[in-house]
């Protein structure tokens, strides 16, 4: 698993992960599908680290923000927006050494 997408083969972009449920004028997401979207997150976070040099098991914060936190800040919202934890709220912490 190393593209863009933490699957094995890329996701059609046809396909769509949620469905919309009538009664309750609501969408719903499978957990599977939620799984996946964390593992595509966790993937993406590796890959900002990676290409700059950054500690793939998490670090303690040190100094101003760079570019890469901001990136993985900004990939933590979007989780959390989903209603999915990654493991902390703050960039640099989680361990992304085994994702993707």
């Known amino acids: ?8 083969t890329p996701r059609k ?6 469905k919309y449920h ?3 004028d609501q969408f719903t997401v499978s957990a599977a ?3 996946r979207a964390a593992q595509a997150m966790r993937c993406a976070i590796r890959h900002i680290r ?4 950054l500690d793939l098991k998490g670090r303690a914060r ?5 570019s890469p936190e901001f990136a993985e800040a900004g990939i933590l919202n979007a989780a959390a927006a989903l209603g999915i934890d990654l493991g902390s709220d703050h960039p640099g912490v ?4 085994n994702a993707g």
């Open 33 to 35: 599908d939620l799984r």
């Open 13 to 18: 972009t046809s396909q769509t992960a949620m």
């Open 1 to 8: 698993m190393d593209n863009w997408n933490g699957e094995d």
């Open 50 to 53: 990676e290409g700059h040099g």
């Open 62 to 66: 040190v100094g101003a923000s760079t």
């Open 22 to 24: 009538a009664q309750t």
């Open 94 to 97: 989680i361990d992304v050494s």
